[in-house]
């Protein structure tokens, strides 16, 4: 035969391709094809681990060591939401905004209070000594302390009076008791105060 009459290799039809012609035209017009066959893959779901939970107690041993283990936890994490102010952690007297008012009111102060117990120590002590000229002394240092703290209390409770009116003017608290709480603050030593200083040394409030 001339190889002008012999067809070409891509006049070919394939096999396949054919085949799947066939398919598409016998199916119906309502069909819908997979999303296999239009290769659309499917991704998968990660597989989502399970919750860890305690290992269950052999004995009442060890259900009481984990019970204690379980106290211990909270209690650390009532004590650090307490220092670091969490409302749901505090006590009923360091709730609301009026006294995280006065607690910043304070902190923002150096308070002669704060040294008032420091000094009632060196006051003690000059006094159990046996000489009247130190007793003497240790007895003016202490009326001079005494007199320091009431005139800072004093100070303490007006600011607190004049804030809380400004930024609670509806307040329900007692002023007597707002003053307490700060002069209370006050006679603590800032490290030792709870819930902890929000503010620094001469912080505007």
């Not at 891509?10 to 396949?16: F, G, L, M, Q, R």
């Not at 991704?43 to 919750?51: F, I, N, Q, S």
């Amino acid at each position: 035969m001339s190889p002008l009459f012999r067809r070409k290799p891509e006049e070919a039809a394939p096999t396949e391709v054919e085949a799947v012609t066939t398919d598409a035209e016998n199916r119906p017009r309502s069909y819908t094809p997979s999303k296999k066959e239009l290769g659309v893959v499917t991704p998968k779901r990660a597989a989502v681990g399970r919750r860890v939970q305690d290992k269950a107690p052999e004995n009442r041993k060890e259900a009481y060591k984990q019970m204690r283990e379980r106290q211990r936890a909270e209690r650390a994490e009532a004590n650090e939401g307490m220092r670091n102010g969490d409302e749901r952690y505090l006590l009923a007297r360091d709730r609301g905004p009026e006294r995280s008012l006065v607690r910043d009111i304070v902190d923002s102060r150096r308070t002669v209070g704060s040294w008032f117990i420091a000094g009632a120590v060196v006051v003690l002590i000059g006094s159990s000594v046996p000489n009247r000229t130190i007793q003497n002394i240790s007895t003016l240092i202490w009326a001079l302390l005494a007199l320091a703290v009431m005139v800072d209390s004093i100070l303490i409770a007006r600011k607190i009076k004049k804030l809380v009116k400004e930024r609670f003017p509806q307040t329900t608290q007692r002023m007597g008791s707002l003053y307490l709480y700060g002069i209370m603050r006050g006679l603590t030593f800032r490290r030792m105060r709870i819930p902890k200083s929000k503010v620094e040394y001469g912080d505007r409030i």
